[in-house]
T-cell receptor, first 114, second 112 residues
């Protein structure tokens, strides 16, 4: 069966520090991968998605970047965090080419910027 | 502006009551999904609807896709405390689209 791992679960970082959040998927090959940010109790804002190694689509211009160095690894990064980067970050995967298939989410990372 | 607007934003009801959550848009979707999310976890898929007018039932939950495929509703009969959570609709604009547009969310609290 497929699993998705996201870490860390919580992170407290000072303004101006770098960021690296990692997400890995097991049990499937060549998935679509997604990074979302969620404001408290609200919907999900798509930040990046990837359909293959090295292929990144950015949905919202911002202080963040994403990379996919391996088929089942998706990394969210920042060189210098801003206060506005605080939030709940979710990684997800989905089978390619199947928009009516579910997206499977990790348990998220709660990021607090001080 | 959000592509998918959900209403109400918050809903607090007594156990045993019925409720309906709405998901509306001016855009047409090829498919629409409903997810439920509990605190500290990622959303989990409840259902996918793909045909205009389609109705799907999942125990006490009934999902409907609008005839024009621009809106959807989720009806819960005889709510239970286990139904508490954040309900999210999400739509794909095209068949085979790589990304979903998520709704604004409805926070449901069922009081025992």
């Amino acid at each position: 069966s497929q699993t998705i791992h996201q870490w860390p679960a919580t992170l407290v970082q000072p303004v101006g520090s770098p960021l690296s959040l990692e997400c890995t998927v097991e049990g499937t090959s060549n998935p679509n991968l997604y990074w979302y940010r969620q404001a408290a109790g609200r919907g999900l804002q798509l930040l990046f998605y990837s359909v293959g190694i090295g292929q990144i689509s950015s949905e919202v211009p911002q202080n963040l970047s994403a990379s996919r160095p391996q088929d089942r690894q998706f990394i969210l990064s920042s060189k210098k965090l801003l206060l506005s980067d605080s939030g709940f970050y979710l990684c997800a995967w989905r089978l390619q080419g199947a928009s009516n298939q579910p997206q499977h989410f990790g348990d998220g990372t709660r990021l607090s910027i001080l | 502006t959000q592509l998918l607007e959900q209403s109400p934003q918050f809903l607090s009801i007594q156990e045993g009551e019925n409720l309906t959550v709405y998901c509306n848009s001016s855009s047409v979707f090829s498919s629409l999904q409903w997810y439920r999310q509990e605190p500290g976890e990622g959303p989990v898929l409840l259902v996918t609807v793909v045909t205009g007018g389609e109705v799907k039932k999942l125990k006490r939950l009934t999902f409907q896709f609008g005839d024009a495929r621009k809106d959807s509703s989720l009806h819960i009969t005889a709510a239970q405390t286990g139904d508490t959570g954040l309900y999210l609709c999400a739509g794909a604009l095209q068949t085979g689209a790589n990304n979903l547009f998520f709704g604004t969310g409805t926070r449901l609290t069922v009081i025992p």
